[in-house]
Structures are given as C-alpha cells and as structure tokens.
C-alpha cells in the first residue's frame, strides 16, 4: 500500500469512527481531509464526501436500529426535507465561489463546536 492510499484508508476509518459514535458528522472531517491531505479541489471534497458518507451512515443506522434507539417518525420526516435539501444544495454547489463556500462550511462548524460546547 502506498502513502497515498494509506492516507485515504485512514480518512475513512477516522470518518467512519466520527459517523459511528456521534451518528454523523464524518463530512466535516471527510472534506477538510480531501481538500488538505489529498488536494483535492473543494467542490470534488464536497461532492465526494456525500459518496462516502451514505455507506458510513447505512451501516451505523443498522446498528442504531437494532439496539432500538432510531425515532423512525421523526427520522423519516427529517429526511423528506433533507432530500429536497440536499437536491438544492448539490445544484448551488458549483455555483457557489470557493472562498465563499469554505467560509459557510467553516462558519457552520464553527458554531456547531461553539454550541455543543456551551450546552
């Protein structure tokens, strides 16, 4: 195994683990990853993330639902407007200039440590 895929393999179990324990949360590791270790150009992170993060997700909301702790009401409606979210958010995404777009991703990570850490 080379440098390099030895560093793709350890961005997958590092977003694997961030999905397992906290249910989500592998993108914002997933693209700062691919941008800055794998230099990526940010709107193919992005997009490549979204692939990624799907079979991390199938596999921990297994889990999830066989320990019986998935709110399958609440969670089928969250994703009906996550759907039509993410459908918008993928056709914005080239039209958004990077410098733009990496300030909102940073903006919201941001503040979602703040938060977490304040409550």
């Known amino acids: 195994m080379n440098?390099?895929?030895?560093?793709?393999?350890?961005?997958?179990?590092?977003a694997g683990l961030v999905n397992g324990l906290?249910?989500?949360?592998g993108g914002t590791l997933?693209?700062?990853?691919?941008?800055?270790?794998?230099?990526?150009?940010?709107?193919k992170a992005h997009a490549t993330?979204?692939?990624i993060i799907l079979p991390l997700s199938i596999i921990s909301v297994l889990i999830y639902y066989r320990h019986?702790?998935?709110?399958l009401n609440i969670a089928f409606i969250v994703?009906?407007?996550?759907?039509?979210g993410s459908f918008l958010g993928a056709k914005l995404l080239n039209k958004v200039p990077v410098n733009i777009l990496r300030k909102?991703?940073?903006?919201f990570?941001?503040?979602?440590?703040?938060?977490?850490?304040?409550?």
């Open 3 to 14: 440098k390099k895929q030895f560093k793709i393999l350890g961005i997958g179990l590092a």
């Open 22 to 25: 906290f249910g989500s949360g």
């Open 30 to 43: 997933i693209v700062p990853a691919l941008v800055f270790l794998l230099n990526l150009d940010d709107y």
């Open 49 to 51: 993330a979204i692939s």
């Open 68 to 71: 019986n702790i998935v709110k």
């Open 79 to 84: 994703a009906l407007g996550g759907m039509l």
């Open 104 to 107: 909102i991703f940073g903006s």
């Open 109 to 119: 990570i941001i503040f979602a440590a703040i938060r977490m850490l304040i409550k």
